[in-house]
């Protein structure tokens, strides 16, 4: 899923001019501070665990995302790594994904992208999307 399809709020832009988002449109949510949201409605086919994917850009600094599911905030914030080892500043270097296990409900559930304050909260999201179960690919 293009992350820049999803329900946005707070400091929060569709963008697409840095080079390499992996969307189909080269689009990206740009997730700029404190109170940026972005929120994917999903329907799953059953309850159980997944596996939520984040595809992602950080300008050489790692960042962190709460993942807000089903309106309960997850305690653990969801790290974004700069895997890709870009230099600071280098956006269109730093492409790359990240992971979290997530459980939930057969039917509509809702997955927000939340910025808390204490989060490292800039970073760029070009993609989200889930597998069934706990798998790491």
């Known amino acids: 899923m293009d992350a820049a399809s999803l329900r946005i709020k707070g400091p929060t832009t569709a963008a697409s001019d840095i080079q390499g988002a992996r969307s189909e449109t080269g689009s990206y949510l740009m997730m700029s501070g404190p109170g940026a949201s972005a929120t994917w409605t999903v329907n799953v086919p059953k309850d159980g665990q997944y596996t939520l994917f984040v595809g992602y850009s950080v300008p050489g600094k790692d960042a962190a995302t709460t993942l807000v599911l089903n309106s309960k905030v997850r ?44 989060n490292q909260t800039q970073y760029a999201l070009d993609q989200v999307w889930l597998k069934e179960g706990q798998v790491k690919g």
């Open 75 to 118: 305690e653990a914030p969801t790290q974004l790594k700069n895997y890709a080892m870009a230099k600071e500043g280098a956006w269109d270097k730093g492409w790359t994904r990240s992971f979290a296990y997530v459980e939930l409900n057969k039917g509509t559930n809702t997955i927000e992208f939340y910025s808390m304050t204490d």
